[in-house]
T-cell receptor, first 108, second 115 residues
């Protein structure tokens, strides 16, 4: 099956800093999502982005499917951005395979 | 759109007991997924349904686990003879499969502690 690797595993920022999270996947995919898992455990959908670039406020994501990676950009980070960010991908009938996540802590 | 609903949110049970979790997907979503997540790990796929048909099951889904989606709406996940290793968060998700982007939406999860 598809392998998903995320980096870095942990990230600590001061409020206001920018960051880039990376997701590599082992095979061609036609589905890719980024999620934020809040401290209560809920997975919040950030982007469905099998290719191209999308932006939503301070967050943006880019997927380069031909090179098998996706990036999540967080600008002007806030303490509420803290949590774990997951990338999940799949092909065909979409059964998301998740990476191990990037744990983000934003200090005030 | 009320989102994916799961209950109970928390369950503490003694080893050997049976537990059942319920998931109500987003209305009109034809796909429903179950995942399991343990501390420090990403969610792991258990099984999924398209309408009422269970189309795929992971090897993680031992014969003590059974999932149903009887009318293609809500789903239940039952764990029989629970073991301490079953302690985890069980996540349900739904999507509208087709040419709409396949975005998958998760519920808040059901935490299981087996003592």
């Amino acid at each position: 099956g598809i392998q998903v690797e995320q980096s870095p595993p942990d990230l600590i920022l001061q409020e206001g800093a920018n960051s880039t999270l990376r997701c590599n996947f082992s095979d061609s995919v036609n589905n890719l999502q980024w999620f934020h898992q809040n401290p209560w455990g809920q997975l919040i959908n950030l982007f469905y982005i099998p290719s191209g670039t999308k932006q939503n406020g301070r967050l943006s994501a880019t997927t380069v499917a031909t090179e098998r990676y996706s990036l999540l950009y967080i600008s002007s980070s806030q303490t509420t951005d803290s949590g774990v960010y997951f990338c999940a991908s799949g092909r065909g009938s979409y059964i998301p395979t998740f990476g191990r996540g990037t744990s983000l802590i934003v200090h005030p | 759109d009320t989102g994916v609903s799961q209950n109970p949110r928390h369950k503490i049970t003694k080893r050997g007991q049976n537990v059942t979790f319920r998931c109500d997907p987003i209305s009109e979503h034809n796909r429903l997924y179950w995942y399991r997540q343990t501390l420090g790990q990403g969610p792991e796929f258990l099984t999924y349904f398209q309408n009422e048909a269970q189309l795929e099951k992971s090897r993680l889904l031992s014969d003590r686990f059974s999932a149903e989606r009887p009318k293609g709406s809500f789903s239940t996940l039952e764990i029989q003879r629970t073991e301490q290793g079953d302690s985890a968060m069980y996540l349900c998700a739904s999507s509208l499969a087709g040419n709409f982007g396949n975005t998958i939406y998760f519920g808040e999860g059901s935490w299981l502690t087996v003592v």
